[in-house]
Nanobody
Framework: QVQLVESGGGLVQAGGSLRLSCVAS????????MGWYRQAPGKQRELVAT???????TYGDSVKGRFTISGVNAKNTIYLQMNSLKPEDTAVYYC?????????WGQGTQVTVSS
């Protein structure tokens, strides 16, 4: 089992910044990737960003150039630096870990961007 604890969400004005953190604990060997997804009310959950064990990163089209994912392997922690936030970034942000091919999800942290 893998436990994920997210933090850093909150309320911010458009154009502002937030940084999310996700710490993994438990059976944290054989982790292939960690990442962030988000889900806005009435919408499907979508990829925000992923960082793979080798350091490669991928981003959803809507956040490219504004968000940056980074990780600290030794601390089993990932961060999501979110800049130039827009109201459409409002959502619950979930941390996801891929252990082998088995996914684990965090409980989510709310990000609200006011116009």
């Amino acid at each position: 089992q893998v436990q994920l604890v997210e933090s850093g969400g909150g309320l911010v004005q458009a154009g502002g910044s937030l940084r999310l953190s996700c710490v993994a604990s438990g059976s944290i060997f054989n982790i292939n990737a960690m990442g962030w997804y988000r889900q806005a009310p009435g919408k499907q959950r979508e990829l925000v960003a992923t960082i793979f064990s080798g350091g490669t990163t991928t981003y959803g089209d809507s956040v490219k150039g504004r968000f940056t994912i980074s990780g600290v392997n030794a601390k089993n922690t990932i961060y999501l630096q979110m800049n130039s936030l827009k109201p459409e970034d409002t959502a619950v942000y979930y941390c996801k870990v891929l252990k082998g091919w088995e996914p684990y999800w965090g409980q989510g942290t709310q990000v609200t961007v006011s116009s």
